[in-house]
């Protein structure tokens, strides 16, 4: 695979955090203030502080074990913090639970694919699509034109959502039958339809071979252009999030320990320690 760079400029935000050129007026699609969590008195995640720009492609990452997924399990309030709050386009998120955060704009796929493997390639897409159903119970029930009409809408917009990633020819195959890259990209496509404005990818290339992540690399891009929306991804294959991350946010033992682009996050001495372990002397 070839090694790529982003070569995005990123400007200092006044909460002494960065996000790309393009964003630095417009309001920040993410802001977490000291966000925490405990377990048994065991920190999890301790004083996170991040800013994401309402455009930005940002990656989180780190060790295993060192918070991440904890982390977004926080902002999709699968989680509820123990100290600190998320900010969603400016609106605290404290006491929401996860289906008000995803209509707030928060959209995330898991580590491990939860498709509904029985149902439709399109069905899987519709569920996705269910928080844009404007007909009411009466007009479903009954049929009447209304649902019809709705119901067309709904199959061409899944249908133009499964073309992101040429998926469309697949949209009566049994979801559980594809192939496992097809599944990852199904989950994808499935948190777009919910009509994200940050859209949260948990390993998102685990599984895919090279070819299959360089085509990723160009879609999570991609999506990013045409939705217009913020991508965050946590991943361990290093090419694909130096490639693409603007704005690089590394995790160790529940706490932040750099930020930055890609140039400095990979000539951080500390990032490499946290990786590679320290050197011993002598």
Known sequence: MTQRKSTTKMVAYPSFSIVPERDINKRPVLETRHLGIEFGGLKAVEDFNLTIGSTEIAGLIGPNGAGKTTVFNLLTKVYQPTTGTVLIDGKETSGMNTVQANRLGVARTS??????????????????????????????????????????????KALELLS?????????????????GAQRRLEIVRALATNPKILLLD????????????????????????FQIA????????????????????????????????????????????????????
């Open 111 to 156: 580590q491990n694919i939860r498709l509904f493997g029985n149902m439709s390639v399109e069905d899987n897409v519709r569920i996705g699509l269910h928080n844009q159903i404007p007909y009411n119970m009466f007009a479903g029930i009954l049929r009447l034109p209304g649902y019809w009409k709705q119901e067309k809408k709904q199959h061409e």
């Open 231 to 282: 991508i965050m991804l946590i991943e361990h294959d290093m090419n694909l999030v130096m490639g693409i991350c603007e704005g690089i946010c590394v995790l160790n033992y529940g706490r932040i320990i750099a930020k930055g682009t890609a140039s400095e996050i990979q000539s951080n001495p500390t990032v490499i320690e946290a990786y590679l372990g320290k050197k011993k002397e002598g």
């Open 203 to 226: 390993e998102p290339a685990a599984g895919m071979n090279p070819h299959e992540t360089e085509e990723l690399m160009d879609n999570i891009t991609k999506i990013r252009d045409q």
């Open 164 to 180: 992101i990633f040429d998926m469309q020819d697949m949209a009566s195959a049994k979801a559980g039958s594809l192939p496992y």
